[in-house]
C-alpha cells in the first residue's frame, strides 16, 4: 500500500527556496526548480502564469523586483509519496513602507529528478494587489520577454511585420475559482483555438505566455483577420468559465533569431494589448496606415495614450469584429 509521510527534506528546501527568495540567489532559485517543461509558477496578479524555460529563466528577474520584506510567523506541512511531494506554508509578509502583514498561501509541488527532489509547480495567492501590499507592480510578461532574450546571439533577419499579443483578462480571479487543474485544461483548449486561427490565417504563433499568445504576421491585414477570428470564436465558445480576451497588435521593424522576434515593434504590441479592455482588439497608428484601404475593417475610439517604457503618447484604434 502507499503511504504519504511528513518530509523534513521537502521542508528543508522549502527553506532553502525562502532563503534564496530572500537573497535574490538567482542561481539557487533556478537550481531548485524541475527542468519539465511542465514547470508552473501561479500568482495572484494578472499575467502570472508562467511555465517550462521561460519561468526558469526569469524567475530571478520576477524576485528582483520584489521590495525587502519582513516575516510573521509562519505554519507549514510536507509531505512525500513515492517520487512526488508536496506541501503548503501560510506566510505573513510585511514589505518596507507598509505596516500590516498580509497572509501569503503558498503550495509546492515536488518531484524526484535523479534522486534529487525539484518544484515542479508553486501556487502563490494573497487577497491583496501587488501594489497595495508591496508598492511595486510585477512586470511578470517582461521578465519573461527578457528571458526569452537569454542567449540571443548574433542578429537574424530583419524585416516588417505585424505582432499580434492576446491574454486573457481576470485570469487570476478564474484560476483561484476553478483549482489549477481544472483552469490549465480550459487555457490548453482556449490556446490550441487561438494557434489553429493563427496558422489558418498565414501568422506564426511564437511562444504562449502564460494565458496568452504572441503571434507574427507578414501582413497588417492577416493580423486582423485573425484577431476578429479568434475573439468571434472565444465569444461563441459556450464552455465555461466564459474567457474574455484582450489583443493587442502593432506593425513595424522585427528582428528574428531562432524562431523569436526582438525590436520595439514587440514591446509595444505587448503594450497596446495591455491598454485593451477585456473584449477590445486595440492596434496601433501604424497597423492601421498599413492597410491602405482599410475594406472589412471597423475602427473607432481613436486614443492617445502613454505606453509603458515608450516616450511621449500613441494614438491606438479599436477594431469591430
Not at 511585420?161 to 475559482?177: E, G, H, I, N, P
Request: glycine share 10%; hydrophobic share 40%.
Amino acid at each position: 500500500m502507499t503511504t504519504i509521510t511528513p518530509s523534513v527534506e521537502i521542508a528543508a528546501i522549502v527553506q532553502r527556496w525562502g532563503d534564496a527568495v530572500r537573497a535574490r540567489d538567482e542561481a539557487t532559485l533556478r537550481n531548485l526548480l524541475s527542468t519539465s517543461e511542465h514547470l508552473s509558477y501561479l500568482g495572484s496578479a494578472e499575467g502570472e502564469l508562467w511555465t517550462g524555460k521561460p519561468l526558469r529563466d526569469g524567475i530571478g528577474d520576477h524576485f528582483r523586483e520584489v521590495p525587502e520584506f519582513e516575516e510573521g510567523e509562519s505554519e507549514s506541512q510536507f509531505f512525500e509519496c513515492g517520487s512526488t511531494g508536496w506541501g503548503y506554508s501560510l506566510l505573513p509578509l510585511r514589505f518596507d513602507g507598509h505596516d500590516d502583514f498580509v497572509m501569503h498561501r503558498i503550495t509546492f509541488v515536488f518531484i524526484l529528478e535523479h534522486g534529487a527532489w525539484k518544484i515542479a509547480h508553486i501556487h502563490m495567492s494573497n487577497p491583496m494587489p501587488n501594489m497595495e501590499k508591496m508598492g511595486v507592480e510585477n512586470t511578470a510578461l517582461d521578465a519573461l520577454m527578457a528571458a526569452a532574450r537569454e542567449g540571443f546571439e548574433g542578429l537574424g533577419r530583419e524585416g516588417m511585420a505585424s505582432v499580434m499579443f492576446t491574454d486573457v483578462a481576470d485570469s487570476s480571479a478564474l484560476a483561484d475559482l476553478l483549482g489549477d487543474r481544472v483552469w490549465m485544461r480550459r487555457i490548453d483548449t482556449h490556446l490550441s483555438g487561438v494557434e489553429r486561427i493563427v496558422v489558418e490565417g498565414g501568422g506564426t504563433l511564437i511562444k504562449s505566455l502564460g494565458d496568452g499568445t504572441l503571434s507574427t504576421f507578414t501582413t497588417a491585414r492577416a493580423a486582423l483577420c485573425a484577431a476578429q477570428e479568434i475573439q468571434k470564436t472565444t465569444r461563441a465558445d459556450s464552455a465555461e468559465p466564459v474567457l474574455r480576451l484582450r489583443i493587442g497588435v502593432h506593425t513595424g521593424e522585427v528582428i528574428e533569431n531562432k524562431g523569436d522576434f526582438f525590436g520595439t515593434v514587440v514591446n509595444k504590441a505587448a503594450r497596446i494589448n495591455a491598454a485593451a479592455a477585456p473584449d477590445e482588439i486595440r492596434l496601433s497608428d501604424a497597423t492601421r496606415i498599413m492597410l491602405g484601404r482599410a475594406d472589412g475593417f471597423d475602427f473607432d475610439d481613436p486614443q492617445e495614450v502613454p505606453l509603458k517604457g515608450l516616450e511621449g503618447t500613441h494614438q491606438i484604434y479599436r477594431l469591430g469584429y
